[in-house]
């Protein structure tokens, strides 16, 4: 539980700062780029957010690593204080200033919130992969969903379409949360049987999760860009953090047979703590910090 934990926050804390290095130079590209391949072409022109690529891709070896250990219903909402994280970060890069009593508020009903519910809930680990059948279900399930908010973005003003297009990033970075936990497991079984770390990546690069993860990931930069060419962070970032964890729990719960505690006061409680900090999240969104200069 210690690992799983901590490999989860170190993740959050990477992914905080790909998104605020990310945001910075996707608001800096023209708004007639949004959802097309040239804007992810002239990102990769720019070192800084070359170096937010990779801090997300240290993001993902933890996580990978958290999901190895830990259910989906335990590994995405702590992923949620990226959300957190991501404040002082931008602070203190972009705005060169310390953080504010009220987003320190903000902050703690973030985090509060989000411990309260795991405690809470008690997400327990159900089984390491998922049935086929499921996974045409989920797979089919969050494509058309996240295809019809971003076929619906297109008609909208700048800051609902970032809203929508960070939702549907999420939902697809959700799926490849779950993708994620099975490429781990598969590695981790190849490995046990050649005791060659080599040979096991070799191996898994052929199976068809892997393989779906590297699309589903190039998918969702291309939508998390797109999002971030709003003029306010303070929209996309929400979404797109609240939108990971729910579709996230719901797949370890459908695909994985991952339990949470089910009775109607613990529906409750869990209900009372995720709004507590979806409220904190949307607290930080209207700070100073998480808008566009």
């Not at 790909?18 to 780029?33: D, F, M, N, P, T």
């Not at 804007?39 to 070192?47: A, D, F, T, V």
């Not at 590994?75 to 990226?82: K, N, R």
Request: charge should be positive.
């Amino acid at each position: 539980m210690i690992l799983v934990v901590t490999c989860s926050i170190i993740s959050a804390i990477f992914f905080a700062i790909a998104a605020v290095i990310q945001q910075y130079k996707a608001s800096l590209q023209g708004s007639e780029l949004n959802l097309h391949i040239s804007l992810i072409g002239k990102l990769l022109k720019q070192p800084l957010w070359l170096a937010g690529i990779g801090s997300s891709a240290t993001g993902f070896i933890f996580q990978a690593i958290a999901l190895f250990k830990g259910s989906l219903a335990l590994v995405q909402p702590l992923l949620v204080l990226g959300v957190v994280f991501a404040l002082p970060i931008s602070a203190g890069f972009i705005h060169k200033r310390f953080m504010t009593l009220k987003e320190w508020v903000a902050s703690i009903l973030v985090a509060s919130g989000l411990i309260a519910f795991l405690v809470v809930a008690q997400a327990k680990g159900g089984t390491r992969v998922a049935d086929l059948h499921m996974w045409i279900f989920i797979i089919a399930g969050t494509a058309l969903i996240s295809l019809t908010i971003i076929l619906i973005s297109r008609k909208l003003k700048i800051s609902s379409r970032s809203t929508m297009q960070a939702t549907a990033a999420g939902l697809i970075n959700g799926l490849a949360a779950a993708f994620t936990k099975e490429v781990a497991h598969n590695l981790y079984t190849y490995y046990k049987s050649s005791h060659n770390i080599f040979n096991a990546i070799i191996r898994e690069s052929y199976s068809w999760e892997f393989i779906a993860l590297i699309i589903d990931y190039a998918i969702v930069l291309f939508l998390v860009q797109s999002a971030f060419q709003g003029d306010q962070i303070g929209w996309s970032l929400p979404a797109l953090t609240v939108s990971n964890p729910v579709i996230s729990l719901i797949i370890g719960v459908i695909g994985f047979k991952e339990t949470i505690n089910t009775s109607w006061f613990k529906i409750l409680l869990e209900t009372l703590f995720l709004l507590v900090s979806v409220y904190g999240i949307f607290l930080l969104a209207k700070l100073p910090s998480y808008q566009k200069e």
